[in-house]
C-alpha cells in the first residue's frame, strides 16, 4: 500500500491542490497586482506603483490608521476576555456538576447563529439599555466597541469553552492525583499542571480568536455600521466600504487589503510561534 501511495501520491493531491489554487493563490496574486493599479475591472488595469499605498494611508475620509489600531486594541483585548472566559466555563463544567451536557450546548449555541443576526440583536438589545440614560451605540465609537466586545465573548466564549473541556479531558487523571497527593493546592494544580498541559488547546483558542478579531465584518457591519462618523469601523469594513463606496477608490481598497493580510498573517504566525514554544517546553 505505501509503495502505491509514493507513487500515485500526484494523483492524490491534485484536487486539493487545485482547489487551492483556484480558489486561493491566483486570486492573491491577481489582488496583489491589481493593489499596484488604477482600475475598475479588472479588464481596464492601469500599473499606478505605490500610489495606492500612499492613497490608502493618507485617507482621512474613512481614516484607515484609526481603523488600524482600534481594530488591532480590540483583537487583543477579545483574545484576553474571550479565552479567559472560555477556560473558566471549561473548568467549571468539567466539575461533574448535574445538567453538564445542557449547559455545554446552551454556551455553544451562538456560535451557530449568523454575524448580521447577531449583530441586529445585540444592537437591539444595548440600545435598549443605552436607551434609559439618553445614549446609543452610536453616540461614541466606544459604545461600540464594549458592545461588539459583548457581542463576539457571547457568540465565541462557547465555541472556546468546547476546546478547552476537550484538552482537559485529555489531562491524564495520574498527574492531578499525584499533585493533591504531594500536597498542591488547586490552584497549584491548575497553574503547574492543568496549564502547561492545556497548551495545544491554547494555541488553537488564541489563534482562532486574534485572528477573528481582526478579520471581523459582518457583526460589526449589523452594530454600529462603523459610526459615528467612521470611529468605530474595523479594518475589514474600512476596506469594504472603501472598495465599494467610494467611485475611484477600488485601487485603494485592494492596497487596504494587502496591507491587512500581511498584518494578519504576521500576527498569526508569531503568535503560533510563541504558543509553539510554550508546548516544546512543557
Given at each position: 500500500m505505501?509503495?502505491y501511495?509514493?507513487k ?5 493531491v491534485?484536487?486539493?491542490?487545485l482547489?487551492f489554487?483556484?480558489g486561493?493563490?491566483?486570486?492573491f496574486?491577481?489582488?496583489?497586482y491589481l493593489s499596484f493599479?488604477?482600475f475598475?475591472?479588472?479588464s481596464d488595469?492601469?500599473?499606478v506603483?505605490?500610489t495606492?499605498y500612499?492613497?490608502?494611508?493618507a ?8 481603523s488600524l489600531?482600534f481594530t488591532a486594541l480590540f483583537?487583543?483585548?477579545?483574545t484576553?476576555?474571550?479565552?479567559f ?7 467549571l463544567?468539567v466539575?461533574?456538576i ?14 451557530l447563529?449568523?454575524g ?6 445585540w444592537?437591539?438589545?444595548l440600545?435598549?439599555?443605552l ?6 451605540l ?6 461600540g466597541?464594549?458592545g ?12 472556546m469553552?468546547?476546546?478547552?473541556i476537550?484538552g ?7 498527574l492531578t492525583?499525584a499533585?493533591?497527593i504531594d500536597?498542591?493546592?488547586?490552584w497549584q494544580?491548575?497553574i503547574?499542571v ?7 488547546s491554547?494555541t488553537?483558542?488564541?489563534f482562532l ?8 465584518f459582518d457583526?460589526?457591519l449589523?452594530?454600529t455600521?462603523?459610526m459615528?462618523s467612521?470611529k ?6 474600512n476596506?469594504f ?7 475611484g477608490w ?13 498584518i494578519?498573517v504576521?500576527?498569526?504566525l508569531?503568535?503560533?510561534r ?9
Amino acid at each position: 500500500m505505501e509503495r502505491y501511495i509514493k507513487k500515485y501520491w500526484p494523483i492524490f493531491v491534485l484536487p486539493t491542490m487545485l482547489a487551492f489554487l483556484i480558489g486561493f493563490l491566483i486570486p492573491f496574486i491577481m489582488g496583489l497586482y491589481l493593489s499596484f493599479c488604477d482600475f475598475t475591472t479588472i479588464s481596464d488595469a492601469q500599473w499606478v506603483g505605490f500610489t495606492n499605498y500612499i492613497k490608502a494611508f493618507a485617507d482621512t475620509a474613512s481614516d484607515f490608521g484609526h481603523s488600524l489600531w482600534f481594530t488591532a486594541l480590540f483583537a487583543l483585548l477579545s483574545t484576553i476576555v474571550i479565552n479567559f472566559f472560555g477556560m473558566l466555563i471549561a473548568l467549571l463544567l468539567v466539575r461533574g456538576i448535574r445538567g453538564t451536557n445542557l449547559f455545554r450546548t446552551v454556551f455553544f449555541m451562538p456560535n451557530l447563529i449568523g454575524g448580521i443576526v447577531l449583530g441586529w440583536l445585540w444592537q437591539v438589545l444595548l440600545n435598549g439599555v443605552l436607551a434609559k440614560y439618553g445614549v446609543t451605540l452610536v453616540t461614541n465609537e466606544w459604545y461600540g466597541f464594549w458592545g461588539l466586545m459583548i457581542l463576539m465573548l457571547w457568540q465565541q466564549a462557547g465555541y472556546m469553552m468546547i476546546i478547552y473541556i476537550s484538552g482537559l479531558q485529555s489531562i491524564p487523571v495520574e498527574l492531578t492525583e499525584a499533585a493533591a497527593i504531594d500536597g498542591a493546592s488547586p490552584w497549584q494544580t491548575l497553574i503547574r499542571v492543568k496549564l502547561p498541559m492545556l497548551m495545544p488547546s491554547i494555541t488553537i483558542c488564541t489563534f482562532l480568536t486574534l485572528t477573528n478579531g481582526f478579520k471581523l465584518f459582518d457583526q460589526n457591519l449589523a452594530l454600529t455600521n462603523g459610526m459615528p462618523s467612521n470611529k468605530s469601523q474595523l479594518l475589514a469594513l474600512n476596506i469594504f466600504n472603501t472598495f465599494y463606496g467610494r467611485n475611484g477608490w477600488a485601487g485603494a481598497g485592494q492596497a487596504k487589503a494587502v496591507v491587512f493580510c500581511v498584518i494578519v498573517v504576521t500576527i498569526a504566525l508569531v503568535q503560533l510561534r510563541l504558543t509553539h514554544t510554550k508546548e516544546v517546553q512543557q
